[in-house]
C-alpha cells in the first residue's frame, strides 16, 4: 500500500524478519497488556511566610501518592500498571542535567523514592524515573554541565536552544532549554549511574533519546545527524546492558533494538505536503 501506513507496515515486518522486534500474541495482549502513568513531581511555586514571598517546592506528586495510585488501581483489578515520573529529582519539572542525583525532598526525597521502589518490587508494578539527556532545562553550579563543552553549537557558533510552542501566549520560546551535545549522552549517563545504580530499580526512563537527534557544529568538535545517531546507540546500548527495563518516547527505528517501553509513537505522518 503506498501511503503512511503501508511503509510503517512494511518496515514493520523488515524489523521483525531481522529480529529486531518480535510480534506478541492475541494472548499476551490480553494477558499483559500494560497500562502507562505519568505522573509529575514538584515545581516552583511562591508561597507567603510572615507576609514575606518565598520560593518553594511544590508537590504534584509525592512517592507516596504513586504507592496510594497502585492500591487504587490494582484494586480495582487494573494489573500490569507501570509508572513514569517525571520532575522528581534535580529540581523538579524543570531540572539540571541528569549527571549527579538528588530526589527532590518535597516529593518524599531520597528515602520516599527508597519505600517506592521497594514497594514496587514486592507488588510487582514498574517504576521509570524519567531523564533527559539531550536538552538542559536548567542550569546549577557543580552540576556537573559544562556549557562551552557540552552544549550544542550552531553553524554560526551559537548555542542552540529548543524552540517550544507556549499555547498561553500563542508563541514560541526557547525556555526548552539548551541542546546537549551527543558526546556527552555517555558522561552524563556514567555520572548518573554511580548515584542511581545504588537503588534496587532496574528500570529507567530517558525521554528524548528516542526522538530527538541533534546535530552540532562546534569547530572543535563537530558531529553531524549520522555521528549522533551513533553515539545515541552507544549510550542506548551501555542503558540497555546496564537497566532491565528501559522506556523511551517516540522511538526513531535505531532506538528499538535497545527499548523495553516506547510512548508517545506516532500514529500517522505529520501530512506535510513539503517538507
Not at 517506592?116 to 524515573?129: D, H, I, R, S, T
Amino acid at each position: 500500500e503506498t501511503s503512511w501506513m503501508g511503509m510503517a507496515t512494511a518496515y514493520r515486518e523488515y524489523l521483525i524478519e531481522k529480529g529486531v522486534l518480535t510480534r506478541i500474541t492475541a494472548e499476551e495482549v490480553s494477558d499483559k497488556m500494560p497500562v502507562y502513568i505519568e505522573t509529575f513531581g514538584t515545581v516552583e511555586t511562591t508561597e507567603k511566610i510572615a507576609s514575606i514571598p518565598v520560593t518553594v517546592d511544590k508537590a504534584l506528586t509525592t512517592f507516596d501518592q504513586v504507592k496510594t495510585m497502585y492500591d487504587e488501581l490494582s484494586a480495582g483489578g487494573v494489573s500490569n500498571i507501570n509508572f513514569k515520573l517525571k520532575g522528581y529529582y534535580n529540581g523538579g519539572m524543570y531540572s539540571t542535567v541528569p549527571y549527579k542525583l538528588k530526589w527532590q525532598k518535597a516529593a518524599g526525597g531520597e528515602e520516599g523514592f527508597e519505600n517506592l521502589v521497594a514497594y514496587a518490587n514486592e507488588k510487582g508494578f514498574g517504576v521509570y524515573p524519567d531523564f533527559d539527556f539531550e536538552y538542559m532545562q536548567m542550569s546549577g553550579m557543580f552540576d556537573g554541565f559544562s556549557q562551552k563543552d557540552h552544549a550544542v553549537k550552531t553553524i554560526d557558533d551559537r548555542y542552540s536552544s529548543r524552540i517550544m510552542y507556549n499555547p498561553a501566549t500563542q508563541d514560541y520560546s526557547t525556555y526548552g532549554g539548551l541542546c546537549i551535545s551527543p558526546s556527552a549522552f555517555t558522561y552524563l549517563f556514567e555520572g548518573l549511574d554511580k548515584n542511581y545504580s545504588k537503588y534496587s530499580n532496574s528500570s529507567i526512563s530517558v525521554s528524548t533519546l528516542g526522538y530527538a537527534l541533534n546535530s552540532d557544529f562546534d569547530e572543535d568538535d563537530p558531529y553531524n545527524r549520522e555521528d549522533s545517531k551513533a553515539l545515541t546507540q552507544t549510550v542506548l546500548s551501555q542503558i540497555s546492558e546496564k537497566y532491565e527495563n528501559v522506556m523511551a518516547e517516540g522511538g526513531n527505528a535505531y532506538t528499538l533494538g535497545y527499548v523495553d517501553h516506547l510512548l508517545d509513537v506516532s500514529l500517522d505522518s505529520s501530512r506535510y505536503a513539503l517538507t
